[in-house]
Structure formats: structure tokens, C-alpha cells
């Protein structure tokens, strides 16, 4: 090994004075974060002490390692020792485990107990239970959805009906195939979310104002089997925004769905639901996804952050990585979900035409969708008024010159039209000089 120090600690160096028992915690911490050195005779300032017994340090990290870390980490670390002028540091490389949580024996006067630490920075501390629950969907590699329920007394009548209403079949013999029961004949997470047993609840709330404090219009509870759900906020969101083709009653069809509500996007608001569900975690308990009416937006909040290695912008291409895959191909069969992207590049697209976008929120343990609400275009406008606005809606934002040959009419009056639309506050004026375009900011 090379005979240096590093400069200062961080999250996967720390450096030890002599032996101390606060060791145990840092290489439980580095098993199970993503491993690290721990330097033995070496002061906070990264200052060589050396240590007087270094053959006595690495028999008790041995011992540690092999037979106080709960599973063993055997295997995963090693002890060498330097020197550096003339003082003897002992250094111990532990490698991020495989088998998470690692928990560590940790001596209590005359009574003994297992704990489990994370790194942050350069401390370790004890992990809470979120982060316990963390590591072990890291050390377990078999998705969550595909692992065996602790319910196993399920049942799928609702879920029936809805394959019935797509004319897909649907008995017990398509358990396996559809993912509801895994090789060993248990039901799965998945099969649990989609049985008439399922506890995860969602809610969706209506305010008039655009926070929580404002006057609540109605909040609700689903619970239940997931496309089930799904298709009751569907239809309470379709009255309350007025689609203008209602959705039957029990059917996840696309077909009956495809016009723009007067508030917002339609399509927008069915991808940004199947997302909700699609890509929520359920191993958190007794905690809600909410979709949230406001006076300015609608809020999708999806509990569970973006699975490993991916990031928004990946969602933002289209690469679809859903955290429920099983459960996706299900949403995707009855609903008629776009199989590439799930959903997000459709949601953007469809308000491309105004100046201003959803926006995706991606935190450690949450996604956030808000969709901006479109208001009525009046009622009142004039045929040139109206003719520009049916042009900035198909086409999007648009020079002046290009409004000015589409109504066919001079350029000062083109110019007065469009500041008579500034005013009404549906059009709005973007950029300067020839890079000067109008867009709609209303519906």
C-alpha cells in the first residue's frame, strides 16, 4: 500500500487515535454504506501518532469482522499495517457488504446489544427505522412487488371486473403469469395490491386556495385494489374538472377519454396517475399518496424516491424504469399506458403549447408532479382575437410575423390584437427583438 494519509476524513475514511470501541460502529457503517478505511494512529487533524500494539488492533478487528458483525462481513475487509516514519498505523478496508443491514454486537456495561449504523459525512450513527427498512430492500436483490405477501388470505373481485370489462381473461390459472403468485405458489406484494385485501390507501384532496390552509372542498380515502383506485379518482377527478366525455363506470379503456378537460390536460392527468401508482413505493406503511386539487395546480405526490441509478432526466427522456414493473404491465394492459416512458414526456408534451410546464419534483423519498391549471379561454373575443388564439393553441409559441400572415392583416394591426390579448391576460410576450414570440398563458 502506498505510505500516505489522507488529508481529512469524509464518508469513507476515519481515522482512530488508538483502539476504541466507537470502531465497531464505523465498520458496521461502512458495510452498509458504500465501504471505507479506517485509519488506526492517526489524530483528527490527520496528524501520524502510531500505535504501540498493532499486531493486538488487528486481531480484534478480525475478531470483530468474523464474529460480532451480524451477518459476518468474513470476506469483506482487510488489515494491513504501514509505516510511517518510524510509527506503526494500522489501516482496515472494509467493502460495502452485499447482505444488508449489517448490525454490530455493542458492549453495554454487563449486558450486550445488536445495532445497526449508517455513514453521513465523515460520522457514523445509528440507523433509524426508514433507513434499517432501506438496506433491506438493498440486500435483498428479488424486487419488492415480486416478493411472497404477508397476506396470503386474498381475494380478486374487483380486479375481476375490470379484466372482464377490458374482455382480457382472468381466472386462477393466470396468477403466475400476470405475477399475483410467485413460482412457490404464495401471492406476492403485487397480488396484494391488486386483491380486494390491499391497506394502501390514497387520498385526494380539494382546496380552494393554493395551500392546505385554504378552504378544503372535499377530501377522500381509496383503499382497496389499486385499479380500483385508480379508476375512482380517475372519475372523481373527470366530474370535478369536467371532461367532456365521461368515463363508464368500471373500465380503464382509453378510448372513451381522449379530449382535453377544461382545467387541464386530460391525458396529462390520467399519465400523471398511472405514475402515482406505477411508481410508488408500498413497503412504506400507513403512509398515503395524494393527489391534491389546489386553485393554481394539481399535486401528485407518489410516496418512495426514484429507483437506483435512476435519474429525472432519464424520466424526462423517456426511459422507462418503473419501481413496479408487474404492476405497470397490468396498468398498462387495462389502461392503455405507453409501455416507453410511462407517461412523463406525454405529460410535458401536452402542455407544450403554453408558457408555462408541469414540474417533477425528485427527492430521496418522494416524487412530486404538479400540474399547472389552465383556465377558459372567454367567450368574448374577437374573430381575430379568436383566430390568433386557435393558431398559438395548435402550434404553440409563435413569432409575430408568423400570427401577422396567418390572419392576414397589417402589422399594426396584428400588434394591437396581440396587446388586446396581453391585457385580457391570455397572451403573453416572450424574448425581444426578432427573438420576440407570443405564447398562450390560458387554455
Known amino acids: 500500500m502506498e505510505q500516505t494519509i489522507p488529508p481529512a476524513e469524509c464518508s469513507i475514511i476515519s481515522f482512530e487515535r488508538e483502539w476504541t470501541e466507537t470502531a465497531r460502529e464505523t465498520f458496521c457503517a461502512f458495510l452498509n454504506s458504500h465501504g471505507g478505511r479506517v485509519y488506526f494512529g492517526v489524530s483528527e487533524d490527520a496528524s501520524v501518532l502510531g500505535v504501540e500494539e498493532p499486531n493486538e488492533i488487528a486481531r480484534k478487528v478480525n475478531s470483530i469482522l468474523k464474529f460480532e458483525m451480524h451477518p459476518s462481513a468474513e470476506g469483506y475487509f482487510q488489515t494491513n499495517t504501514l509505516k510511517i516514519k518510524d510509527k506503526h498505523v494500522v489501516v482496515v478496508t472494509v467493502l460495502e457488504g452485499y447482505r444488508p443491514p449489517y448490525y454490530v454486537t455493542i458492549n453495554k456495561g454487563n449486558e450486550k446489544d445488536r445495532l445497526c449504523y449508517v455513514r453521513q459525512g465523515s ?72 386483491s380486494d385485501q390491499c391497506t394502501a390507501e390514497t387520498r385526494a384532496g380539494f382546496f380552494l386556495g393554493n395551500t392546505k390552509a385554504s378552504e378544503s372542498d372535499g377530501i377522500y380515502t381509496f383503499s382497496g385494489c389499486v385499479i380500483e383506485q385508480f379508476c375512482k379518482i380517475r372519475d372523481l377527478l373527470s366530474n370535478r374538472f369536467d ?49 391534491t386539487s389546489f386553485s393554481d395546480r394539481l399535486e401528485f405526490i407518489s410516496l418512495g424516491g426514484l429507483p437506483q441509478g435512476v ?83 395548435q402550434n ?48
Open 123 to 194: 460520522s457514523s450513527y445509528e440507523a433509524n427505522d426508514n433507513e434499517i427498512r432501506n438496506l433491506y430492500h438493498k440486500g435483498n436483490r428479488l424486487p419488492y412487488e415480486q416478493r411472497a405477501s404477508a397476506n396470503q388470505n386474498l381475494t380478486f373481485l374487483a380486479l375481476a371486473d375490470y379484466f372482464k370489462k377490458a374482455n382480457v381473461q382472468f381466472d386462477e390459472g393466470k396468477y403466475q403469469t400476470l405475477g399475483l403468485k410467485d413460482l412457490n405458489g404464495f401471492f406476492t406484494n403485487v397480488g396484494l395490491w391488486l
Open 243 to 291: 371532461f367532456k366525455k365521461k368515463i363508464e363506470p368500471n373500465t380503464l379503456s382509453s378510448e372513451g377519454c381522449i379530449n382535453e378537460v377544461s382545467d387541464y390536460p386530460e391525458r396529462a392527468i390520467s399519465e400523471a396517475l398511472i405514475n402515482l401508482f406505477a411508481h410508488r413505493d408500498y413497503s412504506f406503511e400507513n403512509a398515503l399518496a395524494t393527489v
Open 311 to 393: 435519474t429525472k432526466e432519464m424520466l424526462l427522456l423517456g426511459i422507462s424504469v418503473p419501481r413496479n414493473k408487474t404492476l405497470a404491465d397490468i396498468l398498462m394492459r387495462l389502461s392503455g399506458m405507453e409501455r416507453h416512458g410511462i407517461g412523463i414526456p406525454t405529460i410535458f408534451v401536452s402542455y407544450e403549447n403554453f408558457s408555462f410546464k408541469p414540474t417533477l419534483v425528485c427527492a430521496h423519498e418522494y416524487i412530486k408532479l404538479d400540474l399547472p391549471r389552465l383556465q377558459q379561454i372567454p367567450s368574448d373575443l374577437t374573430d381575430r382575437e379568436s383566430a390568433i388564439v386557435s393558431y398559438l393553441k
Open 396 to 443: 404553440g409559441a409563435s413569432s409575430r410575423k408568423q400570427l401577422q400572415d396567418f390572419v392576414n392583416v397589417s402589422y399594426g394591426t396584428v400588434i394591437n390584437t396581440l396587446r388586446s390579448l396581453e391585457a385580457k391576460k391570455i397572451v403573453v410576450k416572450q424574448g425581444a427583438g426578432r427573438e420576440t414570440k407570443y405564447a398562450l398563458i390560458i387554455s
